[in-house]
């Protein structure tokens, strides 16, 4: 069974950066959707970004294209979400997910959770 943890919120001041990891242990994540999703009190769950591990094809949020990177550390088998010029906007928990076929608009199809890590942008 994929298990997934991920690291690496906290707080960081408007324009800052942060990386995220997501750490995959059970399974390898060589034949799978990853994503990385996020909540705001009060809002929806987000697809941010997602990356298809099979053939590289990747997907973002627009209110983050250009600020944000997903990559991923076959090594390690973890992903990341490099944030960049993070607004006060990306406040949230982040979490990361991951299912065998999904899109990133669809967070309902994604099947294996983190538990999320807290994103602050704040002055």
């Known amino acids: 069974q994929l298990q997934l943890v991920e690291s690496g919120g906290g707080w960081v001041q408007p324009g800052g950066s942060l990386r995220l990891s997501c750490a995959a242990s059970?399974?390898?994540?060589?034949?799978?959707?990853i994503g990385w999703f996020r909540q705001a009190p009060g809002k929806e769950r987000e697809g941010v970004s997602c990356?298809?591990?099979?053939?590289?094809?990747?997907y973002y949020l627009d209110s983050v294209k250009g600020r944000f990177a997903i990559s991923r550390d076959n090594a390690k088998n973890t992903v990341y979400l490099q944030m960049n010029s993070l607004k006060t906007e990306d406040t949230a928990v982040y979490y990361c997910?991951?299912?065998?076929?999904?899109?990133?608009?669809?967070?309902?199809?994604?099947?294996?959770w983190g538990q999320g890590t807290q994103v602050t942008v704040s002055s």
């Open positions: 059970g399974r390898a994540l060589d034949y799978y959707v």
């Open positions: 997910a991951a299912t065998k076929m999904g899109v990133c608009e669809v967070p309902e199809i994604f099947d294996s």
């Open positions: 990356l298809s591990v099979s053939d590289g094809i990747t």
